[in-house]
């Protein structure tokens, strides 16, 4: 844990990086699987749809929130005790 920072701000940090991690993922692929099923988008990659935004936005924010769900999970996985 970084000096300064209590162990309360980093959880906190860590459950905003899940959180918004897994809205994004959900709303970029989400918007890319309904726009070729149904032909209607939702959310976040939907408005941006609707703002004239290519098709291939959808995945950008996909991938943000992927590349978000990484870095919480490495951050994790870097915080575990090591067990001898």
Known sequence: M???KSR?????????R???GAVLC???FGTAVTEALWATGFGVAGLFRAAGFPSWTDFVVGAAGLALLIWAMVHRAGRRPTRA
């Open 18 to 20: 899940w959180i918004l």
């Open 8 to 16: 309360h701000q980093d959880t906190s940090g860590q459950s905003a």
């Open 26 to 28: 959900l709303q970029g």
């Open 2 to 4: 970084a000096m300064g």
